[in-house]
């Protein structure tokens, strides 16, 4: 069974970075399509960066300049480094993978919060 776990979220003052990781188990896939979204009450869920074999793919404009998506196939985990906070960036981020364009699994999220 595929498991999705992220974490590396945490309150931040603006200006400040994290590193947020996404963690794949129970998959024999390689970490081909990978994406993070973000989620705030009320809104729906936006993506904000894509990976696909291994090359980032797409940021969300507003992020561009500020994250960094990259991946550790030996871990199995892919990243998203977030520099520059703003208080706009707090949101509980996901991870999202895709196998064979077909199956589609998420986490659970992991809160991100900037305090300005």
């Known amino acids: 069974q595929v498991k999705i776990e992220e974490s590396g979220g945490g309150l931040v003052q603006a200006g400040g970075s994290l590193t947020l990781s996404c963690a794949v188990s129970g998959s024999t896939e390689s970490l081909n399509a990978m994406d993070w979204y973000r989620q705030v009450p009320g809104k729906q869920r936006e993506l904000v960066a894509s990976?696909?074999?291994?090359?980032?793919?797409y940021y969300k404009d507003s992020v561009k300049d500020r994250f960094t998506i990259t991946r550790d196939n030996a871990k199995n985990t892919v990243y998203l480094q977030i520099d520059n906070l703003k208080p706009e960036d707090t949101a509980v981020y996901y991870c999202?993978?895709?196998?064979?364009?077909?199956?589609?699994?998420w986490g659970q999220g992991t809160q991100v919060t900037v305090s300005s």
């Open positions: 999202k993978r895709t196998e064979r364009g077909v199956w589609v699994y």
């Open positions: 990976m696909r074999n291994g090359v980032a793919t």
